[in-house]
């Protein structure tokens, strides 16, 4: 089955910590069902220091949420949105369930 949320998309948190907030898909991991939102879900990392580079301490990363806590935006009208699949010819395209709006 094709994607319905791909890397690059602008989608916003429906639900959690984050909730009502927006950010582009970092990662997509589709055998656990999780997506990386960019700047959302932050996470605390402690890291020992890498010589010579990186020192060590406590940074943020962005932890994966769950894609089913995460709604696309509409290209059209800039909500959230489910995805539908529409065949064009031999391709199959997403399309925004709210506007029907092309997606790729």
Known sequence: ???RI????EVVIISG???????KVLEVHPAD????VEGLNIAKRHTRPRPPAE????????APIHWSNVALIDPKEHLPTRVRFVIEGDKKVRVAARSGAKID
Do not use: F, L, Q
């Open 33 to 36: 069902e999780k997506v990386v």
């Open 17 to 23: 910590k984050d909730k009502g907030k927006m950010g």
């Open 6 to 9: 791909k890397k690059g998309d």
């Open 1 to 3: 089955m094709a994607a």
């Open 55 to 62: 020192p060590g301490g406590v940074i943020d990363k962005a």
